[in-house]
Nanobody
Framework: QLQLVESGGGLVQAGGSLRISCAAS????????MGWYRQAPGKQRELVAT????????NYADSVKGRFTISRDNTKNTVYLQLGSLKPEDTAVYYC?????????WGQGTQVTVSS
């Protein structure tokens, strides 16, 4: 089991930065592949970034490469997403996802709004 709670969203101006966090409870965080997804109004949920359990492998959507950074701290059971050079099109609800084996877990999401 993995329970995920996102935090850190908010309103930021275009060009600004923000860090969002996902705190996990449960004993399997350290072996879970973690990711961030986002869903804008009227659009499908899309992958933003993923990170392997040992942090050795990361993957980013083309739209955020060079601007966002995913990281994790297994001692704190937390995964982070640093958002930089934000654009209005980054506005969305950001969801944390964890995968353990064949099971996938989701948080409730945190809203990020970028004003122009």
């Amino acid at each position: 089991q993995l329970q995920l709670v996102e935090s850190g969203g908010g309103l930021v101006q275009a060009g600004g930065s923000l860090r969002i966090s996902c705190a996990a409870s449960g004993s399997t965080f350290s072996i879970a592949a973690m990711g961030w997804y986002r869903q804008a109004p009227g659009k499908q949920r899309e992958l933003v970034a993923t990170i392997s359990s040992d942090s050795r492998r990361t993957n980013y959507a083309d739209s955020v490469k060079g601007r966002f950074t995913i990281s994790r701290d297994n001692t704190k059971n937390t995964v982070y997403l640093q958002l930089g050079s934000l654009k209005p099109e980054d506005t969305a609800v950001y969801y944390c996802n964890g995968v353990v084996g064949v099971r996938s877990y989701w948080g409730q999401g945190t809203q990020v709004t970028v004003s122009s």
